[in-house]
C-alpha cells in the first residue's frame, strides 16, 4: 500500500513511522483514509497487521497538534479494552510512537504538543486515580467496568471534553 496516506499526518509523525516501519499495512492504510474521511471506522484485520497503531496514530497526531495551550485540557481519546491485560498491552504498544514522535520533534526543533496516558482499570490505586480526576490525561485506557464506574460517578466530569 502506498505511503501516500501518511500525507496527511505531521511531518514528526510521518517521520517517527518512516523511521519505524516499511510501509504501512493494507489495515492501516484503510483506516486512516477512512477516519480523515471523517468516517466511523471499524479495523478488522489479522493479529499483528497494526491494528492499535491504525486506530490511534491519527489520535495522537491530532493531540501533538494542538496548540500547546490546549494540551492537558481533558480526556481526547477513550480506549475500552475488554480485558485489563490487553489494556496495559495497548499502552505499552502506545508509548513507542508518543515517545517517538516526540523525539523527532525534538530533533527537529519542533514545538509539538505533550500527550499524556492513563490506564484506569479496577485495580488502579486510589493515588493515581486522584491524580487521574486532578489532571485528566489526554488518551484513557480502560475497561468496559471501569469505564461504567467512571461515567456513575462524579469524575465522568473528567470525560466531558
Known amino acids: 500500500m502506498?505511503?501516500?496516506?501518511?500525507?496527511?499526518?505531521h511531518p514528526c509523525t510521518r517521520?517517527?513511522?518512516?523511521?519505524?516501519?516499511?510501509?504501512?499495512?493494507?489495515?492501516?492504510?484503510?483506516?486512516?483514509?477512512?477516519?480523515?474521511?471523517?468516517?466511523?471506522?471499524?479495523?478488522?484485520a489479522p493479529t499483528?497487521?497494526?491494528k492499535t497503531l491504525a486506530a490511534f496514530?491519527?489520535?495522537i497526531d491530532r493531540l501533538v497538534?494542538?496548540?500547546?495551550?490546549?494540551?492537558?485540557?481533558?480526556?481526547?481519546t477513550i480506549y475500552v479494552s475488554p480485558?485489563?491485560?490487553?489494556?496495559?498491552d495497548v499502552e505499552r504498544n502506545l508509548r513507542s510512537p508518543l515517545q517517538g514522535i516526540r523525539r523527532v520533534a525534538e530533533q527537529a526543533d519542533v514545538r509539538l504538543a505533550p500527550?499524556?496516558?492513563?490506564?484506569?482499570t479496577g485495580d488502579t490505586p486510589a493515588a493515581e486515580r486522584r491524580r487521574f480526576a486532578k489532571t485528566p490525561?489526554?488518551?484513557?485506557i480502560t475497561t468496559p467496568e471501569s469505564l461504567y464506574l467512571l461515567l456513575t460517578s462524579s469524575a465522568r466530569e473528567m470525560l466531558r471534553t
Open 2 to 9: 502506498p505511503a501516500a496516506c501518511l500525507e496527511r499526518f
Open 15 to 44: 517521520t517517527w513511522f518512516a523511521e519505524s516501519f516499511d510501509a504501512p499495512t493494507p489495515a492501516q492504510a484503510g483506516a486512516w483514509s477512512s477516519i480523515a474521511a471523517g468516517q466511523h471506522t471499524l479495523v478488522v
Open 48 to 50: 499483528g497487521s497494526g
Open 57 to 59: 496514530l491519527s489520535a
Open 65 to 76: 497538534q494542538r496548540a500547546p495551550e490546549h494540551a492537558g485540557s481533558g480526556v481526547r
Open 83 to 88: 480485558l485489563k491485560a490487553l489494556a496495559v
Open 115 to 120: 500527550v499524556e496516558m492513563a490506564i484506569r
Open 137 to 140: 490525561s489526554d488518551i484513557l
